[in-house]
C-alpha cells in the first residue's frame, strides 16, 4: 500500500481531489477492459429493454452486480495504488459500499449536473472514478470544484428554477476538467461538487466508481457475503463488513 505524499495531503485536504495517472497498468488493465467490455455487452439488450420500457435512462448504465460476475471487479477495490490512501484519510475506519461499472453513451448533454453525494454532517465519504479507457476532454469526463468539499452546497446549477434557461455544466466557476488515460483513478471526497461533463465525441465513456466511507459502525456482513471466496485476507473482509 502507498501512503499519501505530503503534496497528496495537502491537495487532498485543500482541494479535495487526487489524480493517479497509471493507477491500473499492463496485464490487469488489459483484463479489466476485457471484463468491462464483455459483461456491458452481455448485459445491454436488458438495459435496452428497459429504456423501451421507460425504467431506465438511455444516457448511460451499470453492469448489474458486477461484483459477482468476474473477480477483477472486486480486485480493483482495495487496489494498492488507492488504498492506502485511502485507508489514511478515512483514520483505518474505511468500509467499502459498492461500485457502479458504467457505460457513459455518447449523449451531448451530461446525465448529471453538479451534485455532492453527502452532507458533512455524515462520515466521510471517498469515492474513486477510474478510467477504463482513454477520456479525452469534451468526452465525458469528470468534473469537480476544488475546495467545495469544505462547504455544505446546494445546488440546482442545470436546473431551471426560476430561470428562463437552463445552465450547462461547463459554466461552473471554479471547477476543473479532469480528462485522463486508461487506468488513471481520481480519488475524491463526495461532499464536494462533481459531474460528468459533456461528451462531444462520440464515443462513450467507460468508467468504474467505487464508493466508500469513513465509520466506526458495524457494517452488516450479509450485504457482500456472496463475495467471502474472494475475502481471503483481514483487511479485505473488514473492508467488505465480513468481520463481525
Not at 70 to 77: G, L, M, N, S, T
Amino acid at each position: 500500500m502507498t501512503d499519501p505524499t505530503p503534496v497528496q495531503r495537502k491537495q487532498w485536504d485543500e482541494q479535495g481531489y487526487l489524480v493517479l495517472e497509471d493507477a491500473i497498468q499492463g496485464a490487469q488493465l488489459q483484463r479489466l477492459q476485457t471484463a468491462f467490455d464483455h459483461w456491458a455487452e452481455a448485459c445491454r439488450a436488458d438495459w435496452v429493454e428497459r429504456v423501451a420500457c421507460g425504467d431506465a435512462s438511455p444516457s448511460w448504465y451499470d453492469i448489474p452486480d458486477p461484483l459477482t460476475k468476474d473477480e477483477i471487479f472486486v480486485d480493483i477495490v482495495d487496489h494498492p495504488s488507492y488504498f492506502g490512501l485511502l485507508q489514511d484519510f478515512t483514520d483505518g475506519q474505511l468500509l467499502f459500499g459498492g461500485l457502479g461499472v458504467r457505460t457513459v453513451s455518447a449523449w451531448p448533454l451530461a446525465y448529471t449536473g453538479w451534485h455532492s453525494d453527502v452532507r458533512r454532517a455524515h462520515p466521510l465519504h471517498p469515492k474513486v472514478q477510474l478510467y477504463i479507457e482513454d477520456v479525452p476532454p469534451r468526452g465525458g469526463e469528470f468534473g469537480f470544484v476544488p475546495g467545495s468539499h469544505k462547504f455544505d452546497i446546494e445546488t440546482y446549477y442545470r436546473g431551471l428554477r426560476g430561470r428562463t434557461s437552463p445552465r450547462r455544466n461547463d459554466t461552473m466557476p471554479g471547477h476543473r476538467t479532469l480528462p485522463g488515460k486508461a487506468g488513471s483513478a481520481i480519488v475524491f471526497n463526495a461532499y464536494g461538487l462533481h459531474t460528468a461533463m459533456d461528451n462531444r465525441t462520440g464515443t462513450a465513456r467507460k468508467s468504474i466508481i467505487m464508493d466508500y466511507e469513513s465509520t466506526r459502525k458495524q457494517a452488516d456482513p450479509g450485504k457482500f457475503e456472496a463475495l467471502s471466496r474472494f475475502c481471503t485476507t483481514p483487511a479485505r473482509r473488514r473492508l467488505f463488513g465480513l468481520v463481525v
